[in-house]
């Protein structure tokens, strides 16, 4: 048999090759992700785009959602174009393939909504995919900072990120709320879960070097919170100068 891509007729086949290396499939990638207003780079495995998904796509949003069935029938009509090709005879151009991706994910996802009529991006989003736009207002959510038990310390961190790189911060106070330590950071790390976690080690880190024996530690991404709390504490009750985390 010839083993050569189909799509491409010069490299060989091979399922990472067919799917995310190959001209004719880094085409019809990347003009999905350009429609999403995404200027990622595009993954070198399978597994490693399904690790970007669960992380970027974990909320039942309708993007989210619209994403996830774009990558399906990416997968999916590929793997057809190329039996097409060998048992068939047949060929589709890549921009036919591209058609019937954005016909799959517009046929299960047809309204969008929006927070706030300045959501640019999701404009946009919903223009190139030629869904239905709908606004509605935010709800406000109300917090308050509270104040650790006596003599304990409280360190609040968050990570964020945007196309051109990613950024880490936290703040460490004591009971009375002034502030002990401050920090932040440019990171070009490219997955959230990650620098959300790398903040915490960050402020850990400093309240060990300032001898800290107990620290209280909030974060607002629940992910990283509960991995914190099922998967490393045991870790780190091993530190003898960190006794909850
Ligand atoms: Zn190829």
Redesign the pocket.
Known sequence: MDD????????K?TIN??FF?????TWVWRSILWRYGSRRKLKKTIQDEEEWLRIHCRSKSQSSTAMKIAFASAIYRLWRERNLRIFEKKSNHKTRILRFILHDVLSRVNSLTLWDSNEVHKVAVANHFGYKLSVKEKELQFCCWLQPELGEFKLNTDASLVDEGGGIGGILRNKDGEIIHVFSENNDGDEIFALEIQAICEGVAVAKSLGLTSLWIEANSSFAVNSFNKRYLPLWKKIPSIQRA
């Open positions: 050569r891509c189909p799509l491409c007729n010069s490299k086949e090759h067919l290396r190959c001209g004719f499939s």
